[in-house]
């Protein structure tokens, strides 16, 4: 089998809420907190978070947005199970669902928010429609997706440096494969899905790392396209990736390391 056809064989694994929150939850959390702000949803609202994950985005809503419910759906069980351990207000529901087969009421939400979801879906169209399906008339619908192309500067050293030591590794570099981490192609997504008032926002936090264990182990739970790569290589062929990556990062004198994140912000009116 040729290498292309091994690379097409890794698959994204979405299994380990503890892992997943040291890879990108902890910089998820930080964005929801500036995408509700610009949200600006009044208190008393009926929310949904589709693919809730670790539930950064659910856990934000609660502190900053006053939400009357919210309903909470991810495909893996186990992001399901571990978020409910951990967001026991009773205000939340927890279910696992897809994003492309919502089952709720029509007209039942204030707010539907997925914070860097839209990208995994294989139907965005489809899970944009039920969205707009299950949202109130006037109501929002909103996400955010990391900026894979340069913004998302952890993520951006990692596939730099896998491409530049198999050139191949490019067709799975997450850039290439989720053009809607560009505000073109992101807005006119919802503008095709039929929503008013259509905006896109840039949204950039700090990702500073203590050290490079800090930054490196997170890629070695196999949580994600880009640990899911790391993790199917041989020990040596990934050991080379983690000192590539070394070189080209910015490691201050005392070993800390201190990036930046963008993701893009969008809503739109139902």
Sequence with gaps: MDDNANLKKIKDNWANGDLYERYVGRWSRLVAREFLKWLAVPAGGKWLDVGCGTGALSQTILEVSKPASITALDRSEAFVAFTGSQITDERVRFEVGDAQSLNSDIGLFDAIVSGLVLNFIPQPEQALAGMRRVARKGGIVAGYVWDYAEGMQMMRHFWDAAVALDPKVHDIDEVKRFPHS?????????QEAGFQ??????????????????????????????????????????????????????????????????????????
Aim: with cysteine.
């Design 197 to 270: 008032h259509v905006e896109v926002i840039p949204i950039e936090v700090p990702t500073n790392f203590r050290d490079f264990d800090d930054y490196w182990s997170p890629f070695l739970g196999g949580q994600g396209p880009a640990p899911s790569y790391a993790m199917s290589l041989s020990e040596d062929a990934r050991a080379n990736l983690r000192e590539k990556i070394r070189a080209g990062l910015p490691i201050q004198s005392d070993g800390s390391i201190h990036l930046k994140a963008r993701a893009w912000g969008i809503k739109g009116i139902c």
């Design 182 to 190: 560009r505000p073109e192609p992101l807005k006119a997504l919802f």
